[in-house]
C-alpha cells in the first residue's frame, strides 16, 4: 500500500495517527470537542481486530487504557479538559507503574464545563503538574492537521519506548480544522514498540533494571505472571517502604526522560538567525504568530518564531539561548498566562518578556501579534 492523500479533520487524522502507530485499543467517554476521535477509532479498530469500549466514565477509561497496555496492546484514550482532570488519578498510576499509553486531549475553555465549543490553550499545565506526586512527563502540542497525524505516532513511540503515559494536546482549532494531509505508506514513519524481556519467565522481574533505567515489561496473558501496584516497589513489583529504594525508584523515573531530552524535545525555528525579537507559541496560535513575523519581516522588522511541539519536557535550552541574543520576547496563548512563567523562568530576567493572553473563544490573530511587535521594537 502507497502513501495517499486525505481531507482531514484533525480529530480524524490523530485517531488515524494512532491506528498508523499500532493502536489496536481505544476507551473512553463522550466529550467535545474531541468526541470524533472516538468515532473513528470506534468505526476502524473492529476491521482490524481492535476493541473499543465506551466505558461509563473518565476515570474508568483510563483504568480500562492501562489494562489493556498491560496485556500488550498499544492503547489510546481522548478527552479535553474536564475529562482530563477525571483522568489524573489514574495518570498518576500509569506514571509510577509505567505502563505506555497515549491520551489526547483536544483542549476547550474553562475551568469547569467552561465553553465546550471553544478553543483554549488553558491545560498545558495539568499535562505536568495535574497528578500528585513527582513523575516524567511528556507533551506534545501540534499545530497542523498533518503535525497533528505524525506527533499522535511519535506519542507513541515515546510511550513505548520510555514506558511512560504521553499527551497529546491540540486546541480545538486544530482538532476541528479540516486539511490536506499526506498518510504515509506502512512502513515509511518508524514504529517503535516496547522491548520485551530477553530472560525467562521465572527469572522476569518488572522493575529489574541491571539493563538500563527502562525495565523490559512483559504482557499479562502469556507465560510471565507479575504484580502490579500503585504503591512505591522494588524490582519485583510488590510494595516496599524501604526509603532507599523509594527514593531511587522516583529519581530513576525522572533521569530516564530526563537523559533523553535531545530525544524527546522538538520544535521549529523559524527566521531567527538574526532576530531581535522572537514570538514563542504553540498549536493553532503559532499559525497566527508566523503570518506576524512574515508582515514585520515585510516593514523591516527583524522577528523571528520559535514554535513549540513538544511542550513538556520544555525546551528550557532552545529558550535559555534566545535569551542571550534577543531584545524581547513575546508570547501569545489561549490562557492567562501559562507558558510566559516559563519562558522568563528560562530567560533568567534577560530579556524583557510580554504575553499576549484571551480566554473569550477567539483566537489570537496576527494582528494583535503583530501591534505587539511594534510596540517592542
Known amino acids: 500500500m502507497s502513501k495517499r492523500v486525505a481531507f482531514l479533520q484533525g480529530n480524524e487524522a490523530c485517531a488515524q495517527g494512532a491506528l498508523y502507530a499500532g493502536c489496536r485499543f481505544f476507551a473512553g467517554y463522550p466529550i467535545t470537542p474531541s468526541t ?17 469500549i465506551q466505558m461509563e466514565d473518565e476515570i474508568a477509561a483510563m483504568a480500562a487504557v492501562i489494562g489493556a497496555s498491560l496485556t500488550g496492546m498499544k492503547s489510546l484514550t481522548a478527552t ?11 495518570i498518576g498510576y ?45 507533551c506534545l502540542v501540534p499545530a497542523s492537521v498533518q503535525e497533528l497525524f505524525t506527533e499522535t505516532v511519535r506519542a507513541f513511540n515515546l510511550s513505548e519506548k520510555y514506558r511512560t503515559p504521553v499527551t497529546v494536546m491540540p486546541d480545538e482549532i486544530v482538532g476541528h480544522m479540516r486539511e490536506r494531509i499526506i ?18 519467565p521465572q527469572d522476569y522481574k518488572p522493575y529489574d533494571t541491571r539493563l538500563g533505567d527502562i525495565p523490559p515489561l512483559a ?47 522538538t520544535f ?18 503559532a499559525r497566527s504568530a508566523r503570518y506576524a513575523v512574515n508582515e514585520a519581516r515585510n516593514n523591516g522588522i527583524k522577528v523571528g518564531l520559535f514554535r513549540i511541539i513538544t511542550y513538556w519536557p520544555f525546551p528550557e535550552r532552545q529558550i535559555r539561548s534566545l535569551a542571550e541574543r534577543v531584545k524581547a520576547m513575546i508570547v ?6 501559562m507558558t510566559i512563567h516559563e519562558v522568563r523562568r528560562c530567560a533568567e530576567g534577560k530579556v524583557p518578556v510580554s504575553g ?18 511594534q510596540e517592542v521594537r
Open 36 to 52: 470524533e476521535v472516538a468515532e473513528v477509532m470506534a468505526k476502524e479498530l473492529p476491521k482490524i481486530g481492535g476493541a473499543f
Open 80 to 90: 479535553s479538559g474536564p475529562g482530563f482532570s477525571l483522568k489524573q488519578e489514574n
Open 94 to 138: 500509569a506514571c509510577i507503574t509505567e505502563v505506555p499509553c497515549v491520551i489526547i486531549n483536544v483542549m476547550r475553555g474553562g475551568p469547569s464545563t467552561g465553553m465546550p465549543t471553544g478553543p483554549s490553550q488553558s491545560d498545558v499545565m495539568q499535562a505536568k503538574w495535574g497528578t500528585h506526586g513527582d513523575h516524567p512527563a511528556i
Open 183 to 200: 498518510i504515509p505508506a506502512p512502513g515509511e514513519l518508524e514504529i517503535i514498540s516496547r522491548t520485551v524481556p530477553s530472560v525467562s
Open 219 to 265: 504482557a499479562f496473558g502469556s507465560d510471565y505472571r507479575f504484580h502490579v501496584t500503585g504503591l512505591n516497589k522494588a524490582e519485583d513489583g510488590f510494595p516496599t517502604t524501604r526509603a532507599e529504594l523509594v527514593q531511587a525508584e522516583e529519581e530513576r523515573q525522572i533521569r530516564k526522560i530526563e537523559a533523553a531530552i535531545d530525544d524527546i524535545v
Open 268 to 285: 521549529e525555528e523559524y527566521l531567527l538567525d538574526d532576530a531581535e525579537i522572537v514570538i514563542i507559541a504553540f498549536g493553532s496560535i
Open 332 to 337: 501569545p496563548e489561549m490562557n492567562l498566562g
Open 356 to 373: 499576549i493572553f484571551r480566554v473569550d473563544g477567539e483566537p489570537i490573530t496576527p494582528d494583535e501579534i503583530y501591534a505587539r511587535i
